[in-house]
């Protein structure tokens, strides 16, 4: 049995985001967001649900945090309903929906949880996506102003701030291909959300430091470490393709301040000419000194370039087609190592926290209760080994957040796809953790894999 400790000051949290667990969207002054229209739209969501009532962490966010402790966890990881706190998407503050975001941060003080603020986690103002949400430039100044109106009220006891929660998602799944609010399908679109998602980071960084000095800020990337299927020149090819896209479009700008160089005739084919919504120095404001990278991973992808047709995205592979999760995601510990080592090698970021990981498996309650979810204990087993082997190699990582706390609203899946080490009965608001939340528990006290 590995015995490698995990370092003391090694972070083990939980994370979450508002539109997926908190509920309570029409009180209190909350504004809608594009989550909230999108899901009226018929056919959007897989189960026909909603964000209305979700995990009501609104209502219970007490006992929620309570839970927390009983659990262990060191951090929390949740996001800032935008609509929530300033309706109008710029401007005055809505004092009741700031409240909640004050009582939590302070209710998990007093329990000794570390807060982890997420400013973006994709519940946009829908006064906003009106204006053409990401496709705007004027929201890089508004993501600005919410992000320093933010840091001005809750920074005396919130260090740890991300900007951005997978701007690869934003960017890909809402406005190219459809997947998410907004739900536009349209390449161009895709590459300019992308871009004023970045700008806004930069921009959002330099505004949060203004108002404070004592933030430890970063941003969250979805990153996919991609494999080619053979040799052949077309994986290759198709690789490099998906990495550029998928990864090097997000670390370049923000570690280097330029765009991956071998990727931008494709992105100025599929927009149809160049690049003009990238604008002089602009690239520059993306580049500023991140404290940590946030990276979400779930899985590696294997690319095979022959099944390629054009402006399709290529078409992943599982190696070994037993060992998927509900997403239809292949558990791959070893992509995590991979892309450890190779941010360090190629980015050197000052620090690495894994800000989200974890894997959706339809379990439910046996007769006494107990929620047996072996395969995710296995999942959550593997990937510790990873980071271990990482950290072995010189890796500076520091942290990591499970995904997630509580099963809660898996945007266009709805509540079909379980991710929580938290089992929820949606109908009573009953809790009750699965044997992965006790393993985990059991990892965050003896810093060694149970
Ligand atoms: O539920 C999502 C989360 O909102 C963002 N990262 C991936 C998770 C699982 O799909």
Known sequence: MNQQAFPQDFLFGAAT?????????????????????????????????????????????????????????????????WPRVMPMGVGAINEKGLAFYDQLIDELLSRNIQ???????????????????WLNRDITQHFAEYAQKMVARLGDR??????????????????????????????????????????????GMKAMQSERQDLNIGITLNLTPAFAASDSKADREATRRFDGSF????????????????????????????????????????????????????????????????????RTLHADPADITDMDWEVSPDGLRELLLRLQRDYAPEA???????????????AQGRI???????YLEKHARAMQEALKQGVKLKGYFLWSLFDNFEWAYGYKKRFGMVWVDYETQTRLPKDSALWYRDLIQQRIIP
């Open 17 to 81: 985001s508002s539109f997926q667990i908190e509920g309570a969207t029409d009180v209190d002054g909350r504004s809608p967001s594009i989550w909230d229209q999108f899901c009226q739209e018929e056919g959007r969501i897989a189960d026909g649900s909603d964000g209305r009532r979700a995990c009501e962490h609104y209502l219970r966010f007490r006992d929620d945090v309570a839970l927390m402790h009983k659990l262990g966890l060191e951090a929390y990881r949740f996001s800032i309903a």
């Open 115 to 133: 807060p982890w603020i997420t400013l973006y986690h994709w519940d946009l103002p829908a006064c906003l996506g009106d204006q053409g949400g």
């Open 158 to 203: 919130v260090k740890n701030w991300i900007t951005h929660n997978e701007p690869w998602c934003v960017a890909s799944l809402g406005y190219r291909q459809g997947e998410h609010a907004p739900g536009l399908k349209d390449p161009r679109s895709g590459w300019i959300a992308a871009h004023h998602v970045l700008l806004s980071h930069g921009l």
């Open 247 to 314: 990864n090097r479009w997000y670390l370049d700008p923000i570690f280097k301040g330029c765009l991956p160089v071998d990727m931008v005739p494709e992105v100025e084919e599929e927009c149809g000419g160049a690049l003009d919504f990238i604008h002089n120095g602009d690239l520059a404001l993306i580049q500023q000194k991140l404290d940590f990278l946030g990276i979400n991973y779930y899985s590696r992808a294997i690319i095979r370039g022959d099944e390629q047709s054009e402006g399709q995205t290529s």
């Open 352 to 366: 690495l926290y894994i800000t989200e990981n974890g894997a959706a498996y339809d379990d439910s309650p046996d």
């Open 372 to 378: 047996h979810d072996a395969r995710r204990v296995r």
